[in-house]
């Protein structure tokens, strides 16, 4: 195996989600009635013990409970109702897709997005039927690395750490890519690349 061979070997996968929101309901934390965190957008990338991205993973999620996006989500995200409805898909069929992407390597993400997914699982009667990876949080290793995480969503881990945005922010693949940047540039400051057990796999 050639040494540029080995650099593109796949060590993890970091992800991010968008999910229904409304005018005041983070400030509500989801309580009014009807108001669910389904799952609109899926992005994630594969990167090396480098964190270099060599693959992704974007899809499109259509609500089945809330199935027309609100107005303060689509401005936040660019997601728009018509290329829900054009390019969407099932959740199951965007999560069956995106567990097949991570496969058995470790999966980090900038906080608890794993719960939104388990929500998600529960809220559409699939969680005895489908499984969820174990996700590393990534929030206590940015702060054992000097990065103040308060008020910090996944797209602003690059930029914390010094590398530019690109794209548009609250972008599920874009926000993935950005907080891979962030790890990556960190780690070539001299930080200990994030300790990520191979996911152990449950219900």
Known sequence: MTSSS???IPYAVVYDLE???WDGSMARRWL???E???VVQIGAVKVTSAFSPIERFECLVRP???PVLSPYLEKLTRITNAAVTARGVDFEEAYRSFV???GTLPVIAFGRDDLVLMDNLRLYGLHTVLRLPKVVDLRPWLIENGIDIRGMHA???GPAAGVPFDGHTHDA??????VASGIKALVERGAVPPVAAVPKMYP
Do not use: I, M
């Open 6 to 8: 080995h650099l593109q």
């Open 19 to 21: 999910f229904t929101a």
């Open 32 to 34: 009014a009635p009807g």
């Open 36 to 38: 669910y965190k389904e």
């Open 64 to 66: 089945r409970l809330n």
């Open 100 to 102: 097949s992407f991570a």
């Open 155 to 157: 797209c602003d881990v």
């Open 173 to 178: 693949l874009a926000d993935a890519l950005s």
